[in-house]
C-alpha cells in the first residue's frame, strides 16, 4: 500500500472521530461506503440506514471517543485503538473504556466494514 493510502485513510479515521466530537451523524454516515458494515456488540448495522440510526443511539447516549494511539494499517485495513467514553458507562461509574476499531477500506477509501471491540479490560477508568 502506498503512503499516499495510508494518509488518505488516516485521515478518514480523523475526520471520523472529529464526525464523533461534534455528533455529526451526517458527517460520520457520509464516510462509509453505502453497502458498509458495522459489527458492535455482537450486532450487525448493515447499509447507511442503519448506520445513520447506530450513530444516532451512541450520540443519544453521549458517545465520546478519541484516539488511544495511531493507525496501524495492514493492506487494505486499518487499526485505531480508542478511548471511549458514554453515559451507558457512566451509571456504571466507569469512566472510559478502551475499545478497537477494525476498519475495512474500498478503492474510494470508504469504510466498507467496522468493528468495534474491547481492546482489552481496563478497569482504571472505574470512579471509586
Known sequence: MSHHVREARTRVL?????????????????????????????????????????????????????????????????????IVRSNRLRIWRIDHIRARGLFRFDDQNQIVEARFNLARPDFAGSQG
Open 14 to 82: 480523523e475526520n471520523y472521530l472529529d464526525a464523533i466530537a461534534s455528533q455529526d451523524v451526517d458527517a460520520c454516515t457520509v464516510l462509509f461506503a453505502t453497502d458498509a458494515v458495522v459489527h458492535f456488540m455482537m450486532q450487525t448495522f448493515a447499509g447507511r440506514e442503519q448506520i445513520q440510526r447506530w450513530h444516532e443511539e451512541r450520540f443519544a447516549n453521549g458517545l465520546e471517543a478519541d484516539a488511544a494511539d495511531q493507525v496501524r494499517h495492514a493492506g487494505a485495513e486499518a487499526r485505531l485503538d480508542l
